[in-house]
């Protein structure tokens, strides 16, 4: 996996075609170290399957919010579309975590924060060193034919 690569987890595909995901449902991106590292069959991924780097500095715990569900999921001639005009920024701090490893896209509004893909960081990212920014490809964060 290269830096930048975005993984779809497995099981949210699965749990997406439940449809039990609201319009409203908020999404966002956190950042975890490599305690755990994350892998596309990960069963039942969850937020807290991961470790979360420390609330400090410009970080505060749970991430930054990309939006919802109905803005960022669109479908044009069969291919679903998942995107974000948010691209998660935290600005350099002493107080920053030194230990970024990769970026965990989850859904916060699901009572498990059930992840849906991460963002490989090729870390050890240094927050306190300059901003840590993920800018999505303009083609979308994902998509699914």
Do not use: H
């Amino acid at each position: 996996m290269a830096q930048g690569d975005v993984t779809v987890f497995d099981e949210f595909k699965a749990y997406m075609m439940d449809g039990d995901w609201g319009s409203t449902d908020s999404i966002r991106c956190a950042i975890v170290d490599n305690t755990t590292p994350p892998t596309k069959s990960d069963t039942t991924p969850q937020l807290t399957d991961y470790s979360e780097v420390t609330s400090a500095g410009t970080y505060t715990a749970g991430g930054e919010v990309l939006d919802d569900i109905a803005t960022m999921v669109a479908e044009l001639d069969g291919v679903m579309t998942f995107d974000s005009d948010t691209n998660p920024t935290w600005a350099q701090d002493v107080g920053n975590a030194t230990d970024a490893y990769w970026a965990i896209i989850y859904n916060d509004t699901d009572a498990g924060d059930l992840a849906i893909a991460f963002v490989d960081l090729d870390g050890p990212v240094d927050m306190t060193a300059g901003d840590l920014t993920i800018t999505w490809n303009g083609s979308g964060i994902f998509t699914l034919t």
